[in-house]
């Protein structure tokens, strides 16, 4: 690992602004609140810090554009843009993000805008991550022969404890609505698998420090990334922040620390909804 660690601009009053009135930061080993400010020098120490994202919470993901201000990464890798892909310095940030292939309806734009603009004005090097959503459904719906050989080798390096496991099922059948046929659970693991070795692969690729900015399912220490990252660098800092609502309910071990925000009001997902059997890889 190289010596240099995360820049912090926190003298001189040149930090950002402070946390929001009805923001809350939790040891979540302990329970105990942790202040900005310390949060911020654990952060600092890590080889690979994970910062995670309620998709549709806007606080979420201007309170990480506010950090990466303070922090000033010099690596990014993002579950938003494919992995391969990399946002262009020099071009506009419009620009830059077309031709990275950021799906601007998947992703909600404006929702994540202060976060790319807070890592252009930083001069992040921003890479992507993730599956794409072709390759993702392939491994969903064809399992093991649909993934390339080099994400199958680091998921097997790094396999679940049977309570992760159980824990990675309940998620996934919770988030396609309790209609997610047995059958295909298998696959729909793997390839929630598969994304998190793509991450974990294009973070490996950098120099640490790096952070990795995905949803908080990716960035669990029980079943995410930090699962690969372990199997591949034991004595790597690890730190995960899960940024949640007041109102969710966090199972022990998960993240290092919670980030807690107001819950917004959404409509419910799994309204009207019904799964054609054989097609659940969909939204994967």
């Not at 040149?14 to 929001?20: E, I």
Request: hydrophobic share 45%.
């Amino acid at each position: 690992m190289e010596a240099r660690r995360f820049l912090l601009i926190l003298a001189l009053g040149l930090s950002s602004p402070l946390l929001a009135a009805a923001d809350d930061i939790l040891d979540a080993r302990t329970g105990q609140p942790v202040s900005r400010a310390a949060l911020l020098g654990v952060m600092a120490s890590a080889d690979w810090l994970l910062l995670g994202e309620r998709h549709d919470n806007p606080r979420h993901h201007d309170a990480r554009a506010e950090l990466l201000r303070d922090m000033r990464p010099g690596r990014v890798v993002m579950e938003h843009l494919d992995q391969g892909t990399r946002l262009d310095p020099v071009d506009s940030l419009d620009s830059a993000l077309d031709r990275a292939g950021y799906n601007r309806k998947g992703w909600r734009w404006p929702m994540q805008q202060a976060l790319f603009q807070s890592l252009r004005e930083t001069a992040a090097s921003v890479l992507g991550g993730n599956l794409s959503r072709v390759d993702g459904r392939q491994v969903a719906i064809g399992g093991t022969e649909a993934l390339d050989q080099d994400l199958h080798a680091r998921i097997e390096a790094a396999s679940l404890t049977g309570a992760a496991q159980a824990l990675l099922d309940t998620d996934l059948n919770r988030g396609h609505c309790g209609q997610l046929a047995a059958e295909r659970l298998p696959n729909m693991r793997l390839a929630q698998r598969a994304r998190d070795a793509a991450m974990a692969r294009a973070l490996l690729a950098e120099a640490a420090p790096a952070v990795l900015l995905a949803g908080n399912g990716h960035v669990r220490l029980d079943y995410g990334v930090p699962v690969l990252l372990r199997a591949a660098q034991p004595r790597a800092r690890i730190v995960s922040v899960g940024f949640v609502e007041t109102d969710d309910a966090v199972e022990p071990g998960a993240y290092d620390y919670l980030w807690r925000v107001t819950p917004i009001t959404r409509p419910d997902p799994c309204t009207g909804l019904k799964m054609l059997k054989g097609l659940e890889g969909k939204g994967a």
